[in-house]
């Protein structure tokens, strides 16, 4: 199975569109869509293998091979810093890394005065770089769930999350503060597949990077 290209896709939100895009360059992985409980899936036909696996640990599958291609967002890739190749960005998933604090404290709060502070994020790793690059020293509460929570029950005064619209921030009274990053999903491919299966990996990308262009053109 050294001809085949193995792609680690991460359930949810990003997979229909995932699914959309490459149908427009010819490779049918409509099956992903099913609700089958499967976690990997072929087409014989095409000699592509799909793999369903948390966005998390997208990174981590192409890194060590067991893909050669993966979809994920740029925050879990920032996060991470895995060594990957990331030749596209897929245009779709948009949304904000913000650094955000209750809107009471926000009405008197000058973020050029902040030498330390306290936040509750998901990407530790982020928030750190992001604010030792400022010179604020920050202490760091990496949680998992819902990080609106934190600030509400004096956990932490500010948070790092994601945004899209903005919505759930300001039903728990929060508002934005900074932006750290634009988001968006990419493609990422293993080094060494990149190498053993150039040809096959080099079409999909081309592929893939006419299409992003014609939607452009169209918009």
């Not at 799909?50 to 998390?56: E, G, L, N, S």
């Not at 810093?81 to 008197?108: H, I, S, T």
């Not at 999903?185 to 999909?204: D, P, W, Y």
Request: hydrophobic share 40%.
């Amino acid at each position: 199975m050294n001809d085949w290209i193995t792609i680690a896709i991460p359930k949810g939100r990003i997979l229909e569109e995932s699914v959309g895009l490459f149908g427009r360059i010819g490779i049918d992985c409509r099956e992903l869509l099913s609700d089958s409980r499967k976690l990997i899936f072929e087409n014989i036909e095409q000699k592509m293998r799909y793999m369903i696996v948390r966005a998390t640990d997208v990174p981590t599958y192409v890194e060590y091979g067991s893909a050669d291609l993966g979809i994920v967002g740029k925050d879990t890739l920032m996060e991470q810093g895995k060594d990957l190749y990331e030749p596209l960005d897929l245009k779709f998933g948009y949304c904000r890394m913000m650094v955000a604090e209750p809107a009471n404290l926000a009405r008197d709060d000058d973020p050029a005065g902040w030498s330390h502070i306290r936040i509750a994020t998901k990407y530790p790793h982020v928030t750190e770089s992001y604010f030792a690059a400022k010179g604020i020293q920050v202490e760091i509460i990496k949680l998992y769930g819902s990080i609106e929570l934190a600030p509400l029950v004096g956990l932490s005064e500010r948070i790092v999350d994601l945004v899209s619209s903005g919505e759930t921030l300001k039903q728990n009274g929060l508002v934005e503060v900074e932006t750290i990053a634009e988001i968006t999903t990419r493609l990422v491919v293993n080094r060494a597949s990149l190498k053993t299966k150039h040809k096959r990996i080099t079409n999909i990308i081309q592929g893939l990077e006419r299409v992003l262009l014609d939607s452009r053109q169209d918009t």
